[in-house]
């Protein structure tokens, strides 16, 4: 069993920042990929990023060059560090860790305002 908690939501004017926290505990030394998901209301949820075991990372088109996730040298805590914020980025994110099954927290709402 993995617990997964999210952390650092909250309001933010267009073109300011954020870091979101996921930290994993229980079970996890075997994760093998951490990935940041958000849905807006009305919209399927989506892929932000992922990072896998390995180091490497995927970013949604819409972030690139705007949004870094990263982790600690445990790699038990994972972060996501979201720059130039638009409205459009307001939505619940989510961090999804997977260790044979995939295991998702509450969520943390993200409001950007224009």
């Known amino acids: 069993q993995v617990q997964v908690v999210e952390s650092g939501g909250g309001l933010v004017q267009a073109g300011g920042s954020l870091r979101l926290s996921c930290a994993a505990s229980g079970s996890t030394r075997s994760i093998s990929a951490m990935g940041w998901y958000r849905q807006a209301p009305g919209k399927q949820r989506e892929l932000v990023a992922r990072?896998?075991?390995?180091?490497?990372?995927i970013y949604a088109d819409s972030v690139k060059g705007r949004f870094t996730i990263s982790r600690d040298n445990a790699k038990t805590t994972f972060y996501l560090q979201m720059n130039s914020l638009k409205p459009e980025d307001t939505a619940v994110y989510l961090c999804?860790?997977?260790?044979?099954?995939?295991?998702w927290g509450q969520g943390t709402q993200v409001t950007v305002s224009s």
């Open positions: 999804n860790v997977l260790v044979l099954s995939n295991y």
């Open positions: 990072i896998i075991s390995g180091g490497s990372t």
